[in-house]
């Protein structure tokens, strides 16, 4: 239970073309994460699902079931909101049964499975009491116990941790994913943090303007990023994208430096080259790798790394490097870059390239 | 505010507080105490500031006149138009909140028939009422106060439900209520404090009306404000009778405020900051 299948859906606001067809499908017990930079579409879809919007073209489909035509509450999902969505007029317990009550559930069902929902997320102590008495976390608990408590097909969330604290968001993260590993239900997951997608998704599907720009395992997207805006949008700090041409299997940057290419690139075109902080090293001596030798203009160190920037290409690039690497701006160091790992992607088109 | 002299201005504050209520309070004490004195008492000079003794003849007179079932009357008018103008308002505040109903024009429009001056319509209304014979009934006046308080129901309850975050009617709809039992589970607990503050102003309105009443009452269902007038230029103890009659008047509005205080703080404030 719980498959949720969605072809060529468009959303229109007004004038605002919201989703312009998006197809998707996830299985059963999958925990999908819709990512992508303000104003993509993600809540949009995600309330498409919940059918608290209309979509104006395409199917959804829960289980094989065509819902556009449902009210929310016949599609039988819940939904986790970003503000809590609690009721400010009603006890804890009341809040959690709140979904029971709408369905008149019997008291003795409710109590056992409201009872089940605080255990499960250590509510127990505070059903009496009125959500403004919570914290914020405890807050966002008893909207996830609301959820929780219903024998719902999905769980949807929209950017259920944004109202908490660095801290607090850590520790609810990291709650919401092993409660996934128990209940296994289907979830998907709105946020916009990237830290969020990766360390919660079995799959991450990246919005851009209203369309998928690419979807699949977190690490799938982070390693082989099918267009510079994805590469781009996961890690931080982010990749460097430096403007080259491929000549006589050499990368040539604007500044005359080049770095020999590892595999065929197509020549005669501007390429971008697309090389994560971390992929940058200090290499140590007689190591083989190509190096280049770069004056640093900015060091920012972090505790465990520094990040250093420089120029290359005619535009500001960050390595990130071990504490110690760098100390002082000014400093004229030899970098070597992982060429494995970089990416190459069309300027224009902004693709990646692939042999 | 500022810290050295906060004791003083705090002092300030309650002398100034204290000075207001009393002098607000003047009027409804002079009223309670005339009711209670004899005629004597009431012509008096220098004025009598506390009567010999609370006699009750002046109450007991209106009594035996049957002259209190007014107060019955208006009871009844005013309680019944209120509670259908409030369901009927807040369901139509609702609608228009959250489905803009009627566009923007149908809400500036219910708002400016609170602009007619009544009188205007008075006589039309009173032919109306002689056609369809409505004229001296509940009925009569029931309507046309649920109809004149309407627009404002309509106008004061919108203002509270655009107040009411969308995600709790939206997560509610997700929990499976449907729009009524979203309307009867969140709408209203959420727009409580507004809801009884609107109530309390439409339930005064109705309660005073005084022309409409007069002009469409004779003699079966005349309102304790008609009546106090009829006691103008009377015998010569009317004073008594008067004050003993608004005395009696004043007290369901007393304990409809008096219930609905923790409400009606809140909810006036509410609309104040709304703007
Ligand atoms: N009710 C609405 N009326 C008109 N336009 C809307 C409405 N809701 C969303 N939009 C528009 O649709 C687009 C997608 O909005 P959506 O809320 O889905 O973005 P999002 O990805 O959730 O962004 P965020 O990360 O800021 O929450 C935006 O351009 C937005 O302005
Ligand atoms: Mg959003």
């Not at chain 1, 128990?182 to 369309?211: F, N, P, S």
């Not at chain 1, 120029?311 to 701006?329: D, Q």
């Not at chain 2, 300030?12 to 005629?39: C, E, G, H, Q």
Request: hydrophobic content about 45%.
């Amino acid at each position: 239970m719980g498959r949720l299948s969605i072809e060529g859906v468009h959303k229109h606001y007004g004038k605002v073309h919201a989703l312009k067809g998006v197809d998707l499908d996830i299985a059963e017990g999958e925990f999908c994460v819709f990512v992508g930079p303000s104003g993509c579409g993600k809540s949009t879809l995600l309330r498409c699902i919940a059918g608290l919007e209309e979509i104006d073209e395409g199917r959804v489909r829960i289980d094989g079931e065509a819902v556009e035509g449902l009210r929310p509450r016949d599609r039988n999902v819940a939904m986790v909101f970003q503000n809590y969505a609690l009721y400010p007029y009603l006890s804890v317990f009341e809040n959690i049964a709140f979904g029971l009550r709408a369905r008149k559930v019997p008291d003795a069902e409710v109590r056992a499975r409201v009872g089940r929902a605080a255990a499960m997320l250590g509510l127990e102590t505070f059903l009496d009491r009125k959500p403004r008495e919570l914290s914020g976390g405890q807050r966002q608990r008893v909207a996830i116990g609301r959820a929780v408590v219903r024998d719902a097909r999905l769980f949807l969330f929209d950017e259920p941790l944004s109202n908490l604290d660095a801290q607090l968001r850590d520790g609810m993260r990291a709650e919401i994913k092993r409660l996934h590993q128990e209940i296994g239900k289907t979830t998907v997951y709105v946020t916009h943090d990237q830290i969020e997608a990766m360390t919660l998704a079995d799959r991450i599907v990246l919005l851009r303007d209203g369309r998928i720009e690419q979807q699949g395992a977190p690490l799938d997207l982070f390693e082989r990023p099918e267009t510079r805006f994805v590469a781009g949008f996961l890690g931080s700090p982010q990749m460097n994208f430096i403007p080259c041409r491929a000549e006589g299997g050499a990368l040539r940057f604007s500044c005359g430096r080049s770095l020999p290419l590892s595999r065929p690139a197509p020549e005669g075109r501007d390429l971008l080259f697309g090389v994560r902080p971390e992929h940058f090293s200090r290499p140590g001596e007689g190591d083989p790798r190509p190096r280049l030798d770069v004056e640093i203009d900015l060091v920012q160190p972090t505790g465990a790394r520094t990040y250093a920037q420089f120029r290359l290409g005619g535009v500001e690039a960050t390595a990130e490097l071990p504490a110690h690497a760098v100390e002082r701006p000014g400093a004229r160091i030899a970098l070597a870059a992982d060429m494995a790992r970089a990416h190459l992607f069309d300027a224009a088109t902004g693709r990646a390239i692939r042999d | 505010m500022m810290r050295p002299d906060r004791g003083t201005g705090l002092a300030l504050r309650y002398v100034a507080a204290v000075a207001v209520t009393l002098l607000f309070l003047f009027p409804v004490y002079w009223l309670f105490m005339i009711s209670f004195k004899t005629p004597e008492e009431i012509f008096a000079s220098p004025p009598v500031w506390w009567p010999k003794s609370l006699q009750l003849a002046n109450y007991a007179v209106l009594f035996k006149d049957g002259d209190v079932v007014t107060i019955w009357n208006s009871v009844v008018i005013a309680s019944v138009s209120t509670a259908a103008a409030m369901i009927i308002g807040t369901m139509c505040a609702y609608s228009i909140a959250r489905f803009r109903t009627g566009g923007n024009f149908f809400t500036d429009w219910l708002l400016s028939n609170r602009m007619v001056p009544p009188i205007v319509i008075v006589f039309p209304v009173f032919l109306l009422y002689v056609k369809v014979g409505l004229v001296d009934s509940y009925l009569g006046l029931i309507l046309l106060y649920t109809a004149f308080n309407l627009p404002y129901v309509v106008w004061m309850m919108r203002g509270y439900i655009q107040d009411i975050p969308l995600e709790l009617e939206e997560s509610a709809l997700v929990d499976g209520c449907t729009r009524w039992q979203v309307f009867l589970r969140v709408v209203l607990p959420m727009a409580r404090s507004g809801f009884f503050a609107t109530a309390v102003f439409t339930f005064v309105f109705a309660w005073n009306e005084f022309i409409f009443a007069l002009v469409l009452t004779r003699a079966e269902v005349t309102t304790f404000p008609v009546q106090v007038t009829h006691y103008f230029g009377g015998q010569s103890n009317f004073w008594a009778k008067i004050a003993a009659m608004s005395a009696l008047g004043t007290i369901p509005i007393f304990i409809a405020v008096t219930l609905l205080q923790r409400y009606l703080v809140r909810g006036i404030s509410l609309g104040a900051v709304k703007g």
